[in-house]
């Protein structure tokens, strides 16, 4: 099984929003609903000042309270790794969104729970994810980590990364990079 | 090149038959007349989301266009897009867009109007304007324009007879700096900008907003250094997304950053820092200018712009220690005050003097270009009429281009001085929201006998007009090739990916069905625009078969980056040289070196008004684009943390902008934040349309050019200065 993971370098961010109408479009997301965002958060005081540009989604993480919570296993764990819904088994319980600490799901209009698939459909054909491919700052990296030769492995080898809410106890697999505040923003 | 008519008219003759079998794959490709598949059909194209113009690969399912993605052999997009160019989809699917061609009923200004054929519309139009010809002159039309529609619409205004002309791109942007390239370099930087990015070592912005203006190529060049360790120096009077991303953010005092540009010159000379071989061998002036700036220490220019000295020390030390692999970003709208031109002749003096220009990491070099002389007007073979009155556009300013300042063309119109204006064309752009005096432009309609325009949305202008003509979008027609000018010159197709929506028509064949109706047929010698395509590709040695295939094709050998140090090397600049010392401006009666002059300050409870580009839209064309108005419904006043507690106003609460002139803005949300000095107020531009046909985009958020009731002109160029506004807040 691959270790999909995406690692995003929140210095080359720039906040573009490329990514999330790419997502938007390539999966066909409802009006109304993302499954990626970037979250500005501006710190000091002026003129002293820092910022921090960070795009958030799924996590796909290792221990996901999301497929715990489901009732009817329709979040499960996908034969590649990632964390995926079957809408034919969901019955738009919620047990998932309130399970989740990333604020990464919602209920689309037919009812059924949605998020970040990975671009599943396109890691299958042997393509990055819609949000990776059109990065304009190359912020976005994707791979599998059990790759060694993976520009993501290599990354998190030389630096050292963050996750959001490490607390949670989710293990997930969206790493930060954030070399001017490596210890986190 | 130029050839005879009859050429052209034989290339077209001969690719007929290439014709027959190109439309039919065109129909293949956008499954015309088949039943549903679900197989997705992939086409390339050139996106209009802005004026960068990235290929595009359109994937198309059952003749509906589902995603956009970047070319990834074209240059400028580099296999991804923007925000905005994804959003591509939005435009086209837009239920407001303007549908059919349509004639005012109601007054000017109150949006009724009736349907109309394009036969009613065009002979409404032609009356008007054979008859303006007749008594006024042709000279009494004026056309306003932007996008690629421009082609075919200032060929038809040159052949109508007519030089008054205003592209917002020219005086209310980038004009300024062009001049200021050309006075000193011989070339202007171009579009895009010829700057080595990802080769840089230092980059220095000036008010330029990389990430918030996320021009595609430039972006993913910038965040390259970045990722080199590229030392990033930014001035704004706002921590602006790139601020976020500088290693040395320069709060700078608005409209003082020539002070500062200076003093950074009395620095690199001071201290030795410059290229001295470079300037020795390449520029002339050097002496005088020396002199010239001895005055602009940095302790002057400290108490100018309020940046410590040292600072100012320090980051002239790190430019001149990283020479010659510099950008200072010459920028791109820099129609601020009326000193644009010098300011960015600062930009172009400190490149010159780092050694930056024609250098890696600095300017790169113009493309060999073996392609000059081939567009329309080389193909109709016909020359144009010369006019018989003075051009109003270029106005009194010595340095301005054909392209013109829009607000003499206004003034004139106002006026009737020198002659009168009597018909607007308005074409691919939002005079009302693009130029500066929203009075003076609406008065001005009033005095005309024409108002025309040709759009693909119902903007604010558009409820002026006496006609509407729709225009389909760029996804939906072919356009004149494009010659993309990047390290080396390229050629880029815009074909159609699905077949026009509604009854809109290309713009090429609006204005050719107009230009028949003036009895300017000889200029349009081509029945189908792919006649046309097909015959220059074959002018140029391409097939347009394949170019039509493969979207993009580059030209092999063009590339010329860099000064190879060792040729003669002439500029087009009279003395062949780069000029530090500018004898044009001399002679012209400016001063040859900038000189710094203070402008005018906010007065008591005034905050100078700043405005600017947000990632997901493009001017105010894209605030009702379904998929980009989701993204930002409406733009935010960003007002300092500690003024904001003065004033009592919380994050989110609605405010209304005041100008100097007691003009009221709509009510618009405030953004409280450290992220702006305390003398000024930003808005992001484009918003607060008062156009009800735009359903998202109506009266949401403030409209920063609503404010700008007033304007400062640059001698030089005739750039305008927008910057010069005031605004108090006022709660909603």
């Known amino acids: ?185 | 090149m130029v050839w005879s008519r009859r050429d052209f008219l034989k290339i077209a003759v001969a690719s007929t038959g290439v014709g027959i079998i190109g439309g039919t794959q065109v129909d293949k490709l956008l499954g015309l007349g088949r039943k549903p598949e679900d197989k997705p059909v992939y086409v390339p194209t050139v996106c209009e989301m802005c004026f960068w113009r990235c290929g595009v690969i359109a994937k198309v399912v059952n003749g509906k266009v589902v995603k956009l993605d970047g070319h990834p052999e074209h240059p400028q997009s580099r296999g991804k897009l923007c925000a905005r160019g994804h959003g591509g989809i939005g435009l086209l699917y837009d239920p407001d867009r303007l549908k059919h061609p349509l004639i005012r009923v109601g007054e000017r200004g109150e949006g009724k109007f009736k349907k109309a054929s394009w036969d009613e519309a065009f002979n409404y139009v032609a009356e008007k304007m054979l008859k303006i010809k007749e008594t006024y002159g042709p000279e009494a039309m004026a056309l306003f324009t932007h996008g690629t529609i421009s082609t075919y619409f200032v060929h038809l205004l040159w052949a109508y007879g007519s030089p008054n002309l205003g592209m917002p791109s020219y005086a209310l942007c980038r004009g300024a700096r062009d001049i200021a390239f050309k006075l000193t370099f011989g070339s202007p930087v171009g579009n895009p900008e010829r700057v080595d990015l990802k080769n840089s070592k230092v980059i220095v912005l000036i008010g330029f907003h990389i990430g918030e203006n996320a021009h595609n190529s430039m972006c993913q060049e910038f965040t390259e250094a970045l990722g080199n360790g590229a030392t990033v120096i930014v001035v704004d009077p706002r921590f602006s997304t790139v601020a976020s991303k500088a290693k040395y953010w320069l709060p700078i005092k608005p409209a003082t950053d020539l002070a500062l540009l200076l003093a950074w010159i009395n620095v690199i000379i001071n201290e030795g820092l410059y290229d001295k071989e470079y300037v020795a061998k390449y520029t002339v002036g050097f002496e005088k200018l020396a002199e010239a700036v001895k005055e602009y220490t940095p302790q002057w220019a400290e108490k100018e712009t309020e940046i410590p000295a040292g600072l100012i020390i320090e980051t002239a030390r790190i430019m001149g220690k990283n020479k010659p692999s510099v950008v200072i970003h010459p920028g791109r709208h820099t129609a601020w005050y009326e000193d644009n031109t010098q300011r960015i002749r600062a930009i172009a003096i400190l490149t010159a003097l780092l050694g930056a220009y024609g250098r890696p990491g600095g300017i790169y070099l113009p493309p060999k270009n073996p392609l000059t002389g081939y567009d329309l007007s080389d193909f109709c073979g016909v020359p144009y009429p010369e006019h018989q009155k003075p051009e109003i556009n270029k106005g009194p300013y010595p340095f301005t281009e054909e392209e013109g300042v829009i607000p003499e063309i206004i003034k004139a119109t106002l006026t009737e001085n020198p002659y009168p204006i009597k018909g607007w064309l308005i074409t691919g752009t939002n005079l009302i929201k693009s130029t500066p005096n929203q009075r003076d432009t609406i008065e001005a309609i009033k005095k005309l006998d024409l108002v025309v325009t040709v759009d693909m949305m119902p903007f604010d202008h558009v409820l002026y007009a006496d006609v509407v003509l729709p225009e389909c979008t760029y996804l939906e027609r072919y356009d004149d090739i494009f010659e993309v000018k990047e390290r080396s010159i390229g050629l880029a197709l815009r074909q159609p990916v699905v077949n026009p929506m509604y009854d809109t028509k290309p713009g090429w064949w609006i204005a050719k069905e107009l230009g028949i109706r003036l009895g300017l047929k000889d200029y349009f010698p081509y029945q189908d625009f792919e006649d046309y395509l097909k015959a220059k590709c074959q002018v140029l040695g391409i097939s347009f078969e394949e170019l039509k295939q493969k979207g993009y094709i580059e030209i092999p050998d063009t590339a010329n980056p860099y000064l190879d140090g060792t040729s003669e090397v002439k500029f087009k600049t009279p003395s062949g040289k780069i000029e530090l010392y500018s004898k044009q401006l001399e002679e012209a009666g400016f001063p040859p070196i900038p000189q710094y002059t203070k402008h005018e300050e906010p007065p008591q409870g005034y905050f100078r008004l700043l405005y600017g580009r947000v990632p997901v839209h493009t001017f105010s064309r894209t605030t009702n684009n379904p998929s980009l108005w989701e993204l930002m419904k409406e733009n935010a006043a960003w007002v300092n943390a500690k003024v904001a507690k003065k004033l009592g106003l919380k994050n989110g609460d609605y405010v209304v902008l005041v100008n100097q002139d007691g003009v009221k803005s709509n009510r618009v949300k405030i953004k409280v934040t450290e992220r702006i000095r305390p003398d000024c107020v930003y808005v992001p531009h484009g918003f607060g349309s008062f156009s009800p046909m735009l359903k998202r985009a109506y009266l949401n958020g403030a409209d920063d050019q609503q404010l700008i009731t007033r304007y400062a002109v640059d001698p030089v160029s005739g750039s305008v200065g927008m910057r010069v506004n005031f605004v108090k807040i006022e709660k909603a």
């Open chain 1, 1 to 185: 099984m691959p270790r999909y993971v995406m690692v995003i370098d929140v210095e080359k961010c720039i906040g573009c929003m490329a990514c999330v109408i790419a997502c938007k479009k390539e999966n066909g997301v409802a009006d109304g609903y993302f499954r990626t965002r970037v979250v500005e958060e501006a710190r000091g005081e002026f003129p002293y000042l820092r910022m921090e540009l960070r795009s958030e989604l799924c996590n796909h993480c290792e221990i996901a309270p999301c497929i715990d919570a489901c009732p009817t296993r329709a979040s499960h764990r996908a034969k590649d790794g990632t964390v995926q819904i079957d809408h034919k088994k969901c019955i738009g319980c919620k047990a998932c969104i309130l399970a989740c600490p990333y604020d990464a799901r919602y209920i689309r209009p037919d009812g059924t729970a949605d998020k970040c698939t990975f671009c599943q459909h396109r890691i299958k054909e042997g393509k990055k994810p819609a949000c990776v491919e059109t990065c304009l700052g190359k912020s976005r990296i994707f791979g599998d980590l059990d790759d060694p030769e993976s520009d993501v492995a290599k990354l998190l080898k030389r630096y050292e990364a963050a996750v959001r809410l490490e607390w949670a106890g989710t293990k997930p697999r969206v790493f930060y990079i954030n070399k001017k505040f490596p210890g986190g923003f």
